[in-house]
């Protein structure tokens, strides 16, 4: 039974993976638009700068920018250096772009000569890239199934993102990162939090919150959301039935607490209940967990 | 011992290490270049109304989505009301959406799609199970026995409706989009 399952979901997911390359084709040819733009090439100058130096042990040449793009530049880095690409030609266009005022998505119709040459080569470019999307949507189908969500359900979410050309395909490699990185993070923290994973669903997703966080600074949220969802599990306040009947006792006992009248063996269960309620042994040991991992896997990361 | 030089010697330091001032030019020049605190209000701005509702087949797909999201949210709400045990787990994620938009529009004063990457992802994982508790819910009210046509039909329902708004789309990046 759970062989034939696994091969069910097999087979949807090969099923929504066929059908976001068909509309991602579609989105291509419609619009004429290869996978890459100056922009993305920046990118992968960068990146091959960065192994460039990271392999020369030149520790001090690696910031280039207040935007840190960091794991772009591990994904996409390595490939580069395989390739061993020639980005002369790409350097001097955007000086000359930057010495006019000209921004660098428009290469389309600056130079249709230099558009066309890098058409060629805009898949090959991009097979890194569109590695880490496929298994976003490996891992991504996994999660919501592991979430105890239906398997329709499931298969609606997946179908309306693959479709969607403009989050994880047509933008900026650093905006289709932090989307990807901080996505997984959280749904492999609700995973754990709701106990239908083990403690390394938090460690993964203090390793993908740092990605998304060394990809770009609006990440950063992850790091109070993050308490808020441990909070929000671990300390039973926000279960709803009973709601105000859960209030009213918790103010009761938190009384009690205060003014130490408590005696009878009832009252002990009220402190422990004050336990339950501020649950700072269970919050803080999850919280700190994900919080080491989290600046861990951003310092090894980063380098810098 | 001269700053420059010591850079330059001992480059195997990081920046931050070797050259701590420039890094920090580094960040402030470009911090406040980018995150650009602008007059225009989300609630005064009609370039986002006019580039996406001027087309008619993004306002009635696009449209119908939302409608579905914001429908789901109110259910919610309502079943906090009525006490109910709701899916926590769509709880969290509604509150990730809310909070990460007043997050970087509110806060951080940055007033563009790029930025709202995550949480667009975000509003799609929860626009599918919306639609899948509203099919439900027809199945449901109208005694269907065939779920599963049902659910076929959802589908393609959402690939043509997907299909037709890249047919009839003319936005082709997210980046290309005014900032609202």
């Known amino acids: ?304 | 011992m001269d700053y420059y030089f010591f850079r330059d010697k001992y480059y195997f330091f990081p920046t931050i290490i070797s050259d701590p001032r420039s890094v920090l030019t580094l960040i402030t020049r470009e911090s406040s270049q980018r995150i650009i605190i602008e007059n225009h209000s989300i609630f005064f701005s009609s370039n986002v109304v006019f580039t996406y509702l001027s087309d008619s087949f993004i306002l009635s797909f696009n449209l119908f989505i939302i409608i579905i999201f914001i429908g789901y949210l109110l259910l919610i709400i309502k079943k906090i009301g009525n006490r109910i045990n709701i899916n926590r787990e769509t709880l969290v994620l509604a509150i990730y959406f809310f909070s990460f938009f007043a997050f970087v529009v509110f806060f951080s004063k940055t007033y563009s799609f790029r930025y709202l990457v995550p949480i667009l992802i975000v509003f799609q994982i929860i626009s599918g199970i919306s639609i899948y508790e509203f099919a439900n819910m027809f199945i449901k009210k109208n005694n269907i026995v065939n779920k599963k046509l049902i659910y076929c039909w959802v589908i393609a329902f959402i690939l043509i409706s997907q299909g037709l708004l890249i047919y009839y789309s003319e936005i082709k990046r997210i980046e290309s989009l005014p900032k609202f």
């Open chain 1, 1 to 304: 039974m759970y062989v034939k399952e696994n091969t069910k979901d097999f087979f949807i997911l090969l099923a929504i993976i066929f059908v976001g390359i068909i509309f991602l084709s579609y989105f291509k040819i419609k619009h004429q638009m290869t996978f890459i733009n100056l922009d993305e090439l920046l990118w992968m100058y960068r990146s091959r700068f960065f192994m460039d130096n990271i392999l020369s042990s030149n520790f001090s040449n690696l910031v280039q920018s207040s935007h840190p793009g960091i794991m772009v530049m591990w994904a996409v880095g390595p490939f580069m250096e395989i390739l061993n690409y020639d980005f002369n030609s790409i350097v001097k266009f955007i000086e000359s772009l930057n010495s006019s005022g000209v921004g660098y998505n428009v290469i389309n119709d600056i130079d249709q000569e230099l558009f066309n040459d890098y058409r060629e080569i805009s898949f090959l470019f991009n097979i890194p890239i569109l590695t880490v999307i496929f298994f976003f949507i490996l891992s991504l189908y996994y999660l919501l199934r592991k979430l105890a969500f239906n398997r329709w359900a499931v298969v609606f979410s997946m179908l309306l993102i693959v479709t969607t050309p403009y989050y994880i395909y047509f933008t900026t490699p650093t905006d289709k990162f932090v989307g990807i990185f901080s996505v997984l993070s959280l749904l492999s923290l609700l995973v754990f939090l709701s106990k239908k994973g083990n403690k390394k669903f938090l460690i993964f997703s203090a390793i993908l919150g740092s990605w998304a966080a060394i990809t770009k600074m609006s990440a950063l949220f992850l790091i109070p959301f993050c308490l808020f969802a441990i909070a929000f599990y671990r300390s039973n306040l926000f279960i709803v039935p009973n709601f105000r009947q859960k209030i009213s006792l918790r103010f009761i006992a938190l009384k009690k607490f205060f003014s130490r009248c408590y005696s009878t063996q009832n009252d002990k269960k009220y402190c422990s209940i004050i336990n339950n309620i501020l649950c700072f042994k269970n919050i803080a040991k999850d919280y700190l967990l994900w919080i080491i991992t989290f600046l861990g896997t951003s310092i090894i990361f980063s380098l810098l």
